[in-house]
């Protein structure tokens, strides 16, 4: 299984990004995907999540009415949709795959880098 996240720029503060994730290989089972982040200097902090299954979703308090997690079940992907952008989302933004609901996320891509200018 991998994951492959693109859709990263350079944007202006209040501007929008639209992140996508793929997931290739054959995935046995799928719990849900998410969103993390890393920013310079900081530790990685979740962003958002989605279930597979049902499509209940989740986020972090600071982007709450700003981004909007999706998923298409048919093409594999999870998009975060990221509006009002703030120089404080700059960092690397990651995706995750969960397999299970009593797990851990085990399946991670590679970031896709995010700067907000002001």
């Known amino acids: 299984v991998q994951l492959q996240a693109s859709g990263g720029g350079l944007v202006q503060a209040g501007g929008s990004l639209r992140l996508s994730c793929v997931v290739f290989?054959?995935?046995?089972?799928?719990?849900?995907v998410g969103w993390f982040r890393q920013a310079p200097g900081k530790e990685r902090e979740f962003v958002a999540s989605?279930?597979?299954?049902?499509?209940?979703?989740g986020y972090i308090d600071f982007v709450k009415g700003r981004f909007t997690i999706s998923r298409d079940n048919a093409k594999n992907t999870v998009d975060l949709q990221m509006n009002s952008l703030k120089p404080e989302d700059t960092a690397a933004y990651y995706c995750?795959?969960?397999?299970?609901?009593?797990?851990?996320?085990?399946?991670w891509g590679k970031g896709t880098l995010v700067t907000v200018s002001s």
């Open positions: 995750a795959l969960q397999s299970t609901a009593s797990g851990t996320y085990n399946y």
């Open positions: 290989g054959r995935v046995y089972n799928l719990y849900q």
């Open positions: 989605i279930r597979w299954g049902s499509g209940s979703t």
